[in-house]
């Protein structure tokens, strides 16, 4: 339905030729949508490869400060003045938040600074093992760990000796983290390709359930898809920390990068269809206010004028476009002029109807007139001769009786069948006087009507068959019944009914003639279905046969 106005496919046109745009900025954003994960995957990568690369550095510089302290004899000595040497070197860098010495047994001998509670069976077991430089992650740290310890074996004399060094854990802490990144960056320890220690951060479940340890120190960086415990879908990137046994691993579950990515594809797509939603609105307001008001007052006239109401004027056409004014003022002026020409037809119809019902009205009069003079001179006539005039003066009333009826109706040349019929029953009856048989009316209704030029020669044929009844017809025991009908084909049917009536109809002489030349002129059909009725059936719109109103050929050749 809406397409069905100009709104409609107004706006649908726009949609249409705001398409192709829509389609390659829809290519171009899945495009994008594309490099956008590509890049912010390799972001990850390069950030967690330089977080190592950091890292590796920071713990360099670490095991050369162990290195460093085991040079000093005082220190490893673990005499009265090892604790001078060592509070000085905490006094010059923040870095560091304590040094501790262990003998091979893992007794401490030497301290300065802060320490982790189990440092001594850490550097116990670092003797034990014999191990080179490490890093020892402690397995849960939070924010009750103060430090991250760095730990080396030295041999003094002979004996051996455990030097431990505890990073502050903001220095650890500034390695791993990495400002403006949506992601977790944490370190883990792998031993024997299983995952031993980690240092995550606060965020949970940010740790994988399965990543592939055992190629952790390949030489680059990993990266690819896991779950964490919940079963939350990670990706995830590992780069080994050169010169120790430790990764660094970032993780970011899948629904954060892909909010990246709907929102990278909100911005390349839904732009586009916003300017096209907002130009389709603005284009059917546009059309609205500047077309369609005037269109639709243009439509309010034509349909004023459709119902024959001339008076509607379109108005505030100072207001439209310069067409549609032009458009307004020419139907103002063509329903203007039509208006006065209706009023002057119809003041010129009103005077023509006048005139024709007072002439219908004198025609009738004239009839009566005529009729009037011929009952004088049959007056006059001895009565066996008064018959003579009686029946033209019957012809001259059933004339009378056609402009009667029509001029009766209000409707000039249009004459109810119905009310012709009763009056020219009611003049025969008149006529033939006392003797004069019952006649009983009957229509199926009062609105079958004739046009005036058939209504004449009807009621001639109806007065003649009904003068032939009434001069046979027995007053006292013979009715005589006249009904009036519409047929199933639209035809109109008078049926005229008395005992014995169809050997009444004339056969011969001019009553005959005058019969036959009525019934060619109306195009009637006259049937005889029972001995006692005769019906008289004629179309309401006729063929036509030629013959002029009230002209009957009585030449019966």
């Known amino acids: 339905m809406l397409l069905k106005g100009l709104k409609g496919r107004l706006a649908l046109l726009l949609i249409l030729a705001s398409l192709p745009a829509v389609v390659f900025a829809a290519l171009g954003a899945a495009k994008n949508l594309r490099e956008a994960r590509a890049e912010a995957r390799s972001r990850m990568v ?14 360099g510089i670490v095991r050369t400060v162990i290195d460093t302290l085991a040079t000093d004899l005082d220190v490893t000595s673990g005499g009265a003045d090892c604790a001078a040497p060592l509070n000085a070197w905490l006094a010059s860098s923040s870095d560091y938040s304590g040094v501790v010495v262990s003998d091979g047994n893992g007794a401490i001998i030497c301290h300065a600074g802060m320490v982790p509670a189990d440092a001594s069976d850490v550097l116990k077991r670092t003797v034990t093992q014999d191990s080179s430089a490490v890093l020892r992650l402690a397995e849960h740290v939070g924010p009750a ?15 051996k000796r455990a030097i431990g060094v505890a990073l502050s854990r903001a220095t650890f802490e500034s390695l791993i983290k990495h400002e403006g990144v949506p992601y977790s960056i944490g370190m883990i320890r792998d031993r024997e390709g299983r995952l031993r220690e980690f ?7 940010w740790l994988p359930a399965e990543i592939p340890l055992t190629s952790i120190h390949s030489g680059g960086v990993i990266s690819g898809r896991s779950h964490n415990a919940q079963g939350l879908e990670l990706f995830y990137a590992l780069a080994p920390v050169p010169g120790t046994k430790l990764s660094v691993l970032a993780t970011s579950p899948m629904r954060a990068l892909a909010t990246q990515d709907m929102q990278a594809l909100i911005r390349d797509v839904g732009l586009p269809l916003l300017v096209l939603a907002l130009g389709v609105v603005a284009l059917l307001l546009g059309i609205n206010q500047l077309v369609l008001r005037w269109v639709r007052s243009l439509l309010d006239a034509t349909a004023s004028y459709a119902r024959g109401d001339y008076s509607y004027r379109v108005t505030n056409l100072e207001k439209a476009p310069f067409e549609f004014a032009e458009l307004g003022a020419s139907l103002n002026s063509m329903a203007q002029r039509i208006d006065d020409r209706s009023h002057a037809l119809e003041h010129a119809v009103a005077g023509k109807t006048l005139l024709l019902r007072e002439l219908h009205h004198r025609v009738k009069n004239n009839f009566q007139m005529i009729a009037s003079l011929l009952a004088l001179q049959r007056r006059e006539l001895p009565t066996r001769l008064r018959m003579l005039l009686r029946i033209p003066e019957d012809r001259v009333l059933a004339m ?10 209000g409707e000039i040349g249009l004459v109810s069948l119905p009310e012709l019929m009763r009056d020219i029953a009611g003049q025969l009856r008149q006529s033939f006087g006392l003797a004069a048989p019952v006649i009983q009316l009957s229509a199926a209704t009062d609105e079958i009507a004739l046009d005036l030029d058939r209504a004449v020669p009807l009621g001639l044929l109806v007065s003649e068959i009904m003068t032939a009844a009434l001069d046979r017809a027995d007053s006292a025991v013979t009715p005589i019944q006249i009904r009036v009908s519409r047929g199933d084909d639209s035809s109109i049917m008078v049926e005229i009914a008395s005992e014995q009536l169809a050997e009444t109809v004339p056969t011969m002489g001019l009553a005959s003639r005058l019969i036959a030349a009525y019934q060619t002129q109306l195009g009637a059909q006259i049937d005889e279905p029972t001995p006692d009725s005769v019906v008289i059936s004629l179309a309401i719109f006729p063929a036509g046969n030629g013959d002029k109103p009230g002209e009957v050929d009585l030449d019966p050749r």
């Open 46 to 59: 390069e950030t967690v490869d330089l977080v190592a690369a950091r890292a590796g550095l920071t713990f």
């Open 145 to 159: 760990t103060p430090v991250i310890l760095a730990k080396s074996v030295v041999s003094r004399d002979g004996e």
């Open 199 to 205: 240092a995550p951060v606060e965020s949970a479940g």
């Open 400 to 409: 009378a009786s056609a402009y009667k009826a029509s001029y009766a109706s």
